[in-house]
């Protein structure tokens, strides 16, 4: 059974912080993974992809990969309210698999 | 707007009612895919497609019923539905293949089932 493990939350950080947002799996297999966002009431859309351990850096987003470890995590630097949402971690295996596993999501809420 | 469209956007519907809800994508993708979401819960995967062949039902009530005529559209046939029923129900695509897959979410549709 693949688990994609992510703190429900709410996290609340002030603006201008950092957010930092965890996400852990148990398939050690496991090849590429992925951050949506999730505004309520909205379906989820893509922020951030990453395939190598290590950290991918994308405007204020940063995915960090640590295969090792088995997890993944998204900070957002400067976070603004409009970034308030819920952020899905999505895990999925190599050998060809396409099918992707949500973690639950973890609520963010940025304060002015 | 993601290349992904559903209708209805929402729906009300009797335990008795039957009826479809509709997904198109126009991104050239292989996958489809329905989830549920309901209230405080993990999206929750219901069927997947790939080249029009189901290759996942995740033990879907019956009252649940898909159907994949080409790559493009995708439907859910709802009967006979139960008030636990009611959700947001996601159709996303993917390109189906191993590398680089991001799903692409449609707008859902809000269901309730009185």
């Known amino acids: 059974q693949k688990e994609v493990e992510q703190n429900s939350g709410p996290l609340s950080v002030p603006e201008g912080a950092i957010a930092s947002l965890n996400c852990t799996y148990s398939d050690r297999g496991s090849q590429s993974f992925f951050w949506y966002r999730q505004y309520s009431g909205k379906s989820p859309e893509l922020i951030m992809s990453i395939y190598s351990n290590g950290d991918k850096e994308d405007g204020r987003f940063t995915a960090q990969l640590n295969k090792a470890s088995q997890y993944v995590s998204l900070l957002i630097r400067d976070s603004q309210p409009s970034d308030s949402a819920t952020y899905l971690c999505?895990?999925?295996?190599?050998?060809?698999?396409?099918?992707?596993?949500f973690g639950r999501g973890t609520s963010l809420i940025v304060h002015p | 707007e993601t290349g992904v469209t559903q209708t209805p956007r929402h729906l009300v519907m009797g335990m008795t009612n039957k009826k479809s809800l509709k997904c198109e994508q126009h991104?050239?993708?292989?996958?489809m895919y329905w989830y549920k979401q309901s209230a405080k819960k993990p999206l929750e995967l219901m069927f997947v497609?790939?080249?029009?062949?189901?290759?996942e039902n995740n033990s879907v009530p019956s009252r649940f019923s898909p159907e994949c005529p080409n790559s493009s559209h995708l439907f859910l046939h709802l009967h006979t539905l139960q008030p636990e029923d009611s959700a947001l129900y996601l159709c996303?695509?993917?390109?189906?293949?191993?590398?680089?897959?991001?799903?692409?979410f449609g707008p859902g549709t809000r269901l309730l089932v009185l």
């Open positions: 996303a695509s993917s390109q189906g293949g191993p590398v680089e897959e991001t799903q692409y």
């Open positions: 991104l050239g993708h292989n996958a």
């Open positions: 999505a895990v999925l295996e190599g050998g060809g698999s396409y099918i992707p596993t």
């Open positions: 497609y790939n080249f029009k062949e189901q290759t």
